[in-house]
């Protein structure tokens, strides 16, 4: 496995994989597919980047992982915090990958100087809140009854990790 800054030349891989989670549902706020030209925008070179890692396998993409600074107004954190994003593979999913990836991004994290790390999780996502309570997040909030897209209602859960900058 290789974890590597993601590259533009990665857009193709990451669409595919982000936009089989978004078909399979249940998983990510995301229900609209994505294209390269978005994935470059909003995750390779967001505004405001601080990090976005992929895991790599015998050359294929099968997960990554994104990191911004906070918009205070947008995301209701202080702008010293980092807001993450995860994404893996579901065939690749238990086998280690959001663990090396968030590795990457909590040294890019700690380097940037960010406190905390913002991750804010569909309530009916039960692998992703696993999965970060098992990195070490903890609830802090919880937003009652936001709509999806399609109007779906779901509550989502705030959870936080301290970062201890460098």
């Known amino acids: 496995m290789i974890i590597r800054p993601a590259q533009p030349s990665d857009a193709k891989d990451m669409v595919a994989l982000l936009n089989q989670i978004i078909a399979v549902g249940g998983t990510t706020a995301h229900q ?3 294209d390269e030209d978005k994935m470059l925008h909003h995750y390779i070179a967001a505004e405001g980047l601080i990090s976005c890692q992929v895991a790599e396998i015998e050359g294929k993409v099968l997960g990554f992982q994104w990191i911004r600074w906070a918009d205070p107004v947008q995301d209701s ?11 893996v593979d579901n065939d690749a999913a238990g ?8 590795r990457e991004t909590l040294a890019a ?5 960010a406190i905390a790390i913002d991750a804010t999780i ?3 996502n039960v692998p992703g809140l696993r999965y970060y309570g098992g990195l070490g997040f903890v609830d ?4 009652v009854g936001l709509p999806l897209s399609d109007g779906t209602v779901v509550d989502r859960v705030r959870k936080r990790f301290d970062v201890r900058p460098n």
């Open 109 to 113: 994290t700690s380097q940037a100087g």
């Open 32 to 34: 609209e597919p994505y």
């Open 122 to 124: 569909r309530a009916d």
């Open 140 to 143: 802090y909030d919880r937003l």
């Open 95 to 102: 086998k280690g990958l959001g663990q090396h990836l968030f």
């Open 77 to 87: 954190a202080p702008k010293n915090w980092g807001i993450i994003a995860s994404f």
